[in-house]
Nanobody
Framework: VQLQASGGGLVQAGDSLTLSCAASARLFSSSVVHWFRQAPGKDREFVAAIRWGTSGTYYADSVKGRFTISRDTAKNTAYLQMNNLKPEDTAVYYC???????????????WGQGTLVTVSS
């Protein structure tokens, strides 16, 4: 199963944006969909995750209270709603699937293209 992120764009600080992560096939309920991001010149970092079966969610401290991860099992799609965006949220955002919680980018062998979010001040 491959995941593809989309929905990025150029926004101003304080704006909102929602990213989508579409799976190429039905995900097992045991799957965990993660969002990561990589800012220019920085390492890729965990942003948020959701358990496909239970919809349990997890967030990085830097986005807690501003970002919301959700999923639509009928559409095989996960979402990342980003509110009150800050310039430091500027990054390429990627989604990835794992069979368990896996916050470390090194866990993943395959990454999709990602979607660029640029937040201007």
């Amino acid at each position: 199963v491959q995941l593809q992120a989309s929905g990025g764009g150029l926004v101003q600080a304080g704006d909102s944006l929602t990213l989508s992560c579409a799976a190429s096939a039905r995900l097992f309920s045991s799957s965990v969909v993660h969002w990561f991001r990589q800012a220019p010149g920085k390492d890729r970092e965990f942003v948020a995750a959701i358990r496909w079966g239970t919809s349990g969610t997890y967030y990085a401290d830097s986005v807690k209270g501003r970002f919301t991860i959700s999923r639509d099992t009928a559409k095989n799609t996960a979402y990342l709603q980003m509110n009150n965006l800050k310039p430091e949220d500027t990054a390429v955002y990627y989604c990835a699937r794992a069979s368990e919680l896996a916050f470390a980018p090194a866990h993943y062998k395959y990454w999709g293209q990602g979607t660029l979010v640029t937040v201007s001040s």
